[in-house]
């Protein structure tokens, strides 16, 4: 069971394009929705916790499709989720 | 049957092809409505005007593969919603120069209102949910765009009554 994580546009520039996580090794610690992912990404480093962090605007993504942070988590055939975050979209 | 057209490029787009394709080869299109965003010098013009250099530049970056599955899903309920024959979206991403066009959307429709309708519409939805995210670069200094309140307030205009009310009457 691997967490694909990815970030973009402000967010990658501060953490990078992406990072797995095994959630086996996370064990009973193992995120179960993306905010729990939030958090457990927030534990990781000081630059993550000042990105991630409640108050800064953030959307998320799972599995490809735009979320919210309460959606849990799911696995594919290949035990594999995709999380992203990222900031507010800016296009057009 | 609407015809659908959505991609996500690098390349340009050349409007006049774009509007041409909506209308190739049917006669039950009464109106086509299109809009281009372009890449406008976002100082004031007295800052423009003193700088030296015209190198500034907006990058567009996007969420490969969710971005395009969205666009294609959104025209596709925005065709039925509205009613309209033809869709075809062009949304640029990477480095484009000042006066470069971002993105295309043109609509067919058998009469104008829909048409008008289904534009505006898809511009609102753009800006407020598909996923690119603008950066503006001068001089080597990159600073990302904020998302406004004014372009969320634009897409929820959509979802009163009225408005739905509006785009199901029958105007000619």
Same mark, same amino acid.
């Given at each position: 069971?691997?967490? &694909?994580?990815?970030?973009?546009?402000?967010?990658?520039?501060?953490?990078?394009?992406?990072?797995?996580?095994?959630?086996?090794?996370?064990? $009973?610690?193992?995120?179960?929705?993306?905010?729990?992912?939030?958090?457990?990404?927030?534990?990781?480093?000081?630059? &993550?916790?000042?990105?991630?962090?409640?108050?800064?605007?953030?959307?998320?993504?799972?599995?490809?499709?735009?979320?919210?942070?309460?959606? $849990?988590?799911?696995?594919?055939?290949?035990?594999?989720?995709?999380?992203?975050?990222?900031?507010?979209?800016?296009?057009? | 049957?609407?015809?659908?057209?959505?991609?996500?490029? =690098?390349?340009?787009?050349?409007?006049?092809?774009? @509007?041409?394709?909506?209308?190739? !080869?049917?006669?039950?299109?009464?109106?086509? @409505?299109?809009?281009?965003?372009?890449?406008?010098?976002?100082?004031?013009?007295?800052?423009?005007?003193?700088?030296?250099?015209?190198?500034? =530049?907006? =990058?567009?970056?996007?969420?490969?593969?969710?971005? #395009?599955?969205?666009?294609?899903?959104?025209?596709?309920?925005?065709?039925?919603?509205? !009613?309209?024959?033809?869709?075809?979206?062009?949304?640029?991403?990477? #480095?484009?120069?000042?006066?470069?066009?971002?993105?295309?959307?043109?609509?067919?429709?058998?009469?104008?209102?829909?048409?008008?309708?289904?534009?505006?519409?898809?511009?609102?939805?753009?800006?407020?949910?598909?996923?690119?995210?603008?950066? #503006?670069?001068?001089? !080597?200094? !990159?600073?990302?765009?904020?998302?406004?309140?004014?372009?969320?307030?634009?897409?929820?205009?959509?979802?009163?009554?009225?408005?739905?009310?509006?785009?199901?009457?029958? =105007?000619?």
């Amino acid at each position: 069971m691997k967490i &694909h994580v990815r970030y973009f546009a402000s967010v990658k520039e501060q953490l990078g394009a992406e990072q797995w996580l095994d959630a086996n090794l996370l064990g $009973p610690q193992a995120p179960r929705t993306v905010e729990q992912l939030r958090q457990c990404l927030i534990d990781q480093s000081a630059a &993550h916790a000042r990105v991630l962090e409640v108050g800064v605007p953030l959307r998320a993504a799972l599995n490809q499709a735009v979320c919210d942070m309460d959606t $849990p988590l799911a696995f594919d055939a290949s035990g594999v989720c995709e999380v992203a975050f990222f900031p507010p979209v800016t296009g057009g | 049957m609407t015809a659908i057209h959505v991609s996500v490029q =690098t390349a340009d787009f050349d409007q006049g092809h774009e @509007v041409a394709a909506l209308r190739q !080869g049917r006669v039950d299109v009464g109106a086509v @409505v299109s809009f281009v965003g372009i890449v406008r010098q976002w100082l004031p013009d007295t800052v423009a005007a003193n700088l030296p250099d015209n190198n500034d =530049t907006l =990058t567009l970056e996007h969420y490969p593969g969710m971005t #395009e599955r969205m666009l294609q899903d959104e025209a596709q309920r925005v065709a039925v919603r509205f !009613g309209v024959l033809g869709i075809r979206l062009i949304h640029r991403v990477g #480095e484009l120069p000042l006066g470069g066009q971002i993105v295309l959307v043109a609509v067919a429709a058998s009469h104008r209102q829909a048409a008008f309708d289904a534009c505006n519409y898809l511009m609102d939805w753009l800006k407020t949910q598909a996923p690119f995210w603008k950066k #503006e670069t001068r001089a !080597g200094q !990159g600073q990302w765009v904020a998302a406004r309140d004014a372009d969320d307030h634009a897409l929820q205009r959509w979802q009163a009554p009225s408005a739905l009310n509006a785009v199901n009457g029958d =105007t000619p």
